[in-house]
């Protein structure tokens, strides 16, 4: 499904885990030193001050910094930088949704707190799936600082407060809503054929640097991955090779599995893809070269391209089409009437963010949310 749903405050904690799992291979090992966690040498070495405070709450350097830690994390999986100006962006942006996140759970009710940790426990199996194993949804989950129970505790508090701004807002949802959406966005709920492969990879490039290996270790490598399609081909079970050999961690403890994914998906290397799409069902590729090393594809299954019904689960969720597209136009209609709002809320509240810079760019990205909605409200009065 093409059309991009999400909870209004998405989960930036988690944003990491949200790399491809074949993305992941190179960076799912790193453990959380004061090397791949920056943000935690700074707070040892100049402590964790408050940076905003209201009637009622505080937040600690430390929180934000937990965000952003995800965020740039997620950027390094994909190979992007942020910019200084894009990061003082992302700062406060971070920092106004955890504020609001506060000043809202200050409203909220037991069916609130129902809601969300309903929401929050969707999530969680989410990202979970995306991780390809418990063991590197932990692994990933440290990389960032983080623990199981400390992500649960955050992402249900992000729903916690997204049910209830959607219900201080009196915004609904019909039913004919959302078959009327569905039956207008047509395209947006075409699934392409997807592809079910196990693989072997093994890296030629450093896991953690992603320099890469020298030209005596490639040449290892090549011939270890020729000696391993050699054994398969000889009978050998696939998935048990996988297990023991695979350098992809995201995958290796499923015997190499990967979770579907299309002829475009992000993350998964097109080389990757073009093995997969061009074998038939249990099928094995020849060895397979990747910038990022060698990979050995079983095609376990394809699913053919199909519209998927408003009964339909989403893929990779428990949530049907018809949930989804709720979920997202309650997104949209909270999104013209939440600034407003939670202004009010934030000056009732006496909010005061400490850091002067951050001060300044915070106002400036409500100023830009309200100028958003204004246009959003605009536009929705032309349409009618």
């Given at each position: 499904?093409?059309t ?127 991780a ?15 623990t ?39 395209a ?16 030629t ?107 339909d ?48 760019a ?11 909605a ?11």
């Amino acid at each position: 499904m093409k059309t991009k749903l999400k909870l209004f405050f998405a989960a930036a904690l988690a944003a990491y885990l949200i790399a491809s799992p074949t993305a992941n291979a190179t960076t799912a090992d790193m453990t959380p030193d004061t090397n791949a966690n920056p943000d935690a040498a700074m707070t040892a070495l100049f402590g964790d001050p408050v940076i905003a405070k209201g009637n009622g709450f505080s937040i600690k350097q430390s929180e934000l910094d937990q965000v952003v830690t995800g965020i740039t994390s997620a950027a390094a999986a994909h190979n992007q930088t942020i910019s200084p100006e894009q990061m003082t962006g992302i700062k406060a942006q971070m920092l106004n949704r955890l504020i609001q996140i506060q000043l809202l759970l200050q409203k909220a009710t037991a069916a609130d707190r129902a809601e969300g940790q309903k929401k929050a426990d969707e999530q969680i199996t989410l990202l979970q799936k995306r991780a390809g194993s418990p063991e590197n949804f932990i692994h990933q989950l440290q990389a960032v600082g983080m623990t199981p129970e400390e992500l649960r505790a955050k992402v249900s508090q992000e729903a916690t407060a997204t049910s209830t701004l959607t219900r201080e807002l009196g915004v609904t949802v019909t039913g004919a809503e959302v078959t009327n959406f569905y039956n207008t966005h047509s395209a947006d709920f075409e699934e392409p054929e997807m592809a079910h492969v196990r693989h072997i990879l093994l890296l030629t490039i450093d896991p953690v640097t992603h320099a890469p290996l020298s030209a005596d270790e490639v040449a290892a490598k090549h011939k270890q991955i020729t000696d391993l399609l050699k054994r398969i081909k000889a009978g050998e079970d696939f998935a048990t090779l996988a297990k023991q050999y695979s350098e992809d961690s995201s995958s290796k403890e499923n015997g190499g599995e990967l979770p579907e994914f299309p002829r475009d998906a992000q993350g998964i290397p097109p080389e990757l893809s073009a093995a997969a799409f061009s074998l038939n069902t249990n099928q094995i590729s020849d060895v397979v070269t990747m910038g990022m090393g060698y990979d050995i594809v079983q095609l376990l299954d394809k699913t053919p391209a199909k519209k998927l019904a408003l009964t339909d689960k989403v893929p990779m969720t428990d949530m049907t089409v018809a949930d989804k597209i709720k979920d997202f136009l309650l997104q949209q209609k909270t999104e013209k009437l939440a600034p407003a709002y939670l202004a009010k809320l934030k000056k009732t509240a006496d909010v005061q963010i400490v850091d002067a810079n951050l001060k300044a760019a915070s106002d400036a990205a409500e100023a830009a949310a309200m100028s958003a909605a204004t246009n959003a409200d605009s536009d929705s009065d032309t349409n009618d």
